[in-house]
């Protein structure tokens, strides 16, 4: 990743973790969240990462529900919040993920592969997929809906921060170039042009 692109991130993300930190999860979120902890328990998953983990919230859902959770991400100030929280939490880059080939059974990734460019897209994912062991579940959730790229003019955090968005049909296209796709959902959203797309992928590889 451009250097200047990521201080970028890291520095709108350093500066809103603490308003992060006390904000609740929507319900349609917890939803999400819930439905795939019980594929994972289904299957009997038992390591998980979590890549732009944030503030933690859902690493330490899963944590708490009997996963041995790793969480990752690029600021400082979020993976600070995840070892307040006793996660086992490291700043990485999930450009290059610091793990073995199928070190995990599980990723989960909400709301941070929409900050990677269009150009950069299938080898995030193919990074993901080398960390998964054969039959792994990995849960992609997005904002989407419409192809386009580039920094929101209207965000509210400083710097302003990038966006990658892909229409449902160009998301499934590119998913299904690297993983198997189980599951393809849509949660409208009240306020904009964007909804959410959720996706649980499986890296389909055999050993
Ligand atoms: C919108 S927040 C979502 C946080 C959390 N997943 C949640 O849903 O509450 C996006 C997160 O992705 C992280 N992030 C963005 N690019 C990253 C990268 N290249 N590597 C690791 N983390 C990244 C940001 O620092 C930020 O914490």
Redesign the pocket.
């Known amino acids: 990743?451009d250097a200047a692109f990521?201080r970028n991130?890291?520095q709108?993300?350093?500066f809103?973790?603490h308003r992060?930190n006390q904000?609740d999860?929507s319900s349609w979120?917890v939803d999400e969240r819930e439905q795939f902890l019980k594929l994972l328990l289904d299957e009997e998953k038992k390591s998980l990462l979590?890549?732009?983990?944030?503030?933690g919230?859902?690493s330490l859902y899963f944590f708490d529900r009997g996963l041995d959770t790793t969480s990752?991400?690029?600021?400082d100030e979020?993976i600070k919040a995840c070892k307040e929280k006793g996660l086992n939490a490291s700043v990485?880059?999930?450009?290059h993920l610091d793990y073995s080939d199928q070190s995990f059974d599980a990723v989960?990734?909400?709301?941070?592969?929409?900050?990677?460019p269009k150009a950069n897209i299938s080898s995030?994912l193919m990074e993901i997929k080398r960390v998964l062991k054969p039959n792994g579940l990995f849960y992609m959730?997005v904002y989407g809906g419409r192809d386009s790229e580039g920094v929101w003019e209207e965000d509210s955090c400083e710097p302003k921060r990038f966006f990658s968005f892909f229409s449902d049909a160009r998301l499934r296209e590119l998913v299904s170039s690297i993983f198997e796709l189980v599951y393809f959902n849509v949660v409208p959203q009240e306020k904009g042009d964007l909804h959410f797309q959720s996706l649980i992928l499986r890296n389909s590889t055999c050993e």
């Open positions: 990743m990521k991130l890291v709108a993300y350093n809103d973790a992060r904000h999860k979120k979590e890549i732009g983990a944030g503030t919230q859902d990752i991400d690029i600021s979020m990485m880059d999930f450009y989960y990734a909400l709301n941070c592969l929409l900050h990677v995030v959730g």
